[in-house]
């Protein structure tokens, strides 16, 4: 089993920045990709952005720009930094793994384990 932990969210202000963390932990494995999706109230769950075992990154086009996604593998923590967030930036965020060698997906039908999400709210 893994298990995957977010945490970094909470209220700001529009314009602001925030960090998100997603913490790997479980089944020892060496090699595995990581995607952020988001779900706002109302809406489907998105994906936002994912960073492979290589490093290669890939991030939806409303956040290029703002958004970037980063790993630490000695922690096996993945960070998705977010700055000049707006309100329709709202949402729950989670993190998603897919592990192997394996490339880039936005589909969230590719991961295979799943966080319990954490909340971000952009005021305006």
């Known amino acids: 089993q893994v298990q995957l932990v977010e945490s970094g969210g909470g209220l700001v202000q529009a314009g602001g920045s925030q960090r998100l963390s997603c913490a790997v932990s479980g089944r020892t494995f060496k090699f595995y990709n990581l995607g952020w999706f988001r779900q706002a109230p109302g809406k489907e769950r998105e994906f936002v952005a994912a960073?492979?075992?290589?490093?290669?990154?890939i991030f939806v086009d409303s956040v290029k720009g703002r958004f970037t996604i980063s790993r630490d593998s000695a922690k096996n923590t993945v960070y998705l930094q977010m700055n000049y967030l707006k309100p329709e930036d709202t949402a729950v965020y989670s993190c998603?793994?897919?592990?192997?060698?394996?490339?880039?997906?936005?589909?969230?039908?590719?991961?295979?384990?799943w966080g319990q999400g954490t909340q971000v709210t952009v005021s305006s």
């Open positions: 960073i492979s075992w290589s490093g290669n990154t």
């Open positions: 998603g793994v897919r592990l192997g060698q394996t490339g880039l997906s936005m589909s969230q039908k590719e991961y295979d384990y």
